[in-house]
């Protein structure tokens, strides 16, 4: 193997000189790959963009007019010195693990990832490599998810009390993967769904690339609140409470994240209910997706990554942490809620 890294991390973000590209940069740069379409790592300002074709409907629509490429899952691409192949990440529709060799030299940058198929995204695929950068959003041991039909039979008894009261149900949850994978898991007898712009944007967008999702209303100025009793509304976190909702009357608000399984969150957040649901993976799943590709050097980002290194350390892995702008999942914001 070469004594210079396949992947360095820099001011700009992981950088690959073999190939000369960056892989979610988060500075503007020459040729960016990118692993999928959120906004804190699908970033405006780069002059050529590489992303699977699944991914980049959605990046188009939040990015405008950009010069891209799209590569097919499992796709090998030389690009320089270095054979580039993009495999699924299980995080959300058209995400990607980003394999990168160079002279037999193997890393993968996995982007954002969880293991359990959730019905709706391209499900995780381990891939062997000798070197593996991870996030850690839920890298410690107390969070450890529900089997998805148990929160979906929690989030619709929850609508059906709601709409038995004559109350309206609110879930906040991010426009991209969060809000269409818990569209998929309502029962739609109980009532309408309707949604905010941002989720209906993207509703159409997967719509469009084949993905089924069930009949949903987009929330305007002149919906009538008495013609939809019953309701439950899927919107982004940051609208729940606003001067819209609140035209619906008596209602319940609950928030869909993998930190509702902290109380102090909770409390924060203010909502009625909250649902432990991720599209990260857990602290079982982090483990078992590092164990799955054979590495023996794990480079840890956003997240708990001083905790989780630590642990990997004291467990037979050479783990370091390295700096990133990525958020993960953020209980503050939209930031992938």
């Not at 300002?45 to 074709?53: C, I, K, P, S, V």
């Not at 899927?234 to 994240?257: C, D, H, I, N, Y």
């Not at 642990?311 to 702008?325: F, K």
Request: proline share 6%; hydrophobic share 35%; net charge negative.
């Amino acid at each position: 193997m070469s004594n210079t890294p396949v992947l360095s991390f820099t001011d700009r973000g992981i950088y690959c000189a073999a190939g000369d590209f960056y892989i979610d940069p988060w500075r503007p740069v020459e040729r960016a790959l990118i692993t999928h379409g959120h906004a804190d790592h699908a970033r405006s300002g780069h002059r050529h963009y590489l992303a699977t074709e699944q991914a980049l409907p959605v990046m188009k629509h939040r990015l405008g007019d950009i010069t891209c490429q799209s590569i097919r899952y499992g796709e090998v691409q030389q690009i320089g010195a270095a054979e580039v192949s993009f495999h699924p990440a299980g995080h959300v529709p058209g995400s990607a693990q980003i394999k990168v060799s160079v002279a037999g030299e193997i890393w993968v940058a996995s982007g954002d990832y969880k293991i359990e198929d959730d019905g709706l995204s391209e499900p995780f695929e381990p891939q062997r490599c000798h070197h593996f950068i991870t996030e850690s959003t839920f890298g410690l041991p107390v969070f450890r998810w529900r089997p998805q039909p148990d929160i979906a039979q929690d989030i619709n008894a929850w609508w059906q009390g709601c709409a038995a009261a004559g109350k309206t149900a609110f879930l906040g949850a991010y426009a991209l993967g969060k809000a269409q994978r818990l569209l998929r898991m309502l029962d739609p007898s109980i009532g309408p769904i309707l949604t905010h712009g941002a989720v209906e944007a993207t509703n159409d967008i997967l719509r469009a690339q084949g993905i089924d999702l069930p009949h949903t209303t987009q929330l305007t100025k002149d919906t009538d609140p008495k013609s939809n009793r019953g309701a439950l509304v899927v919107a982004p976190p940051s609208a729940l409470g606003s001067t819209w909702a609140k035209r619906f009357g008596p209602s319940e608000s609950a928030f869909a994240s993998g930190w509702m399984q902290l109380r102090g969150v909770r409390r924060r957040r203010s909502g009625d209910r909250g649902f432990v649901i991720s599209d990260h993976a857990d602290w079982d799943g982090l483990l078992s997706a590092i164990k799955s590709t054979g590495a023996e050097n794990i480079y840890v980002t956003h997240g708990y990554t001083d905790i989780f290194a630590r642990y990997l350390s004291e467990n037979g892995w050479h783990a370091q942490v390295v700096p990133t702008d990525f958020g993960g999942e953020s209980d503050e914001s939209e930031a992938e809620s």
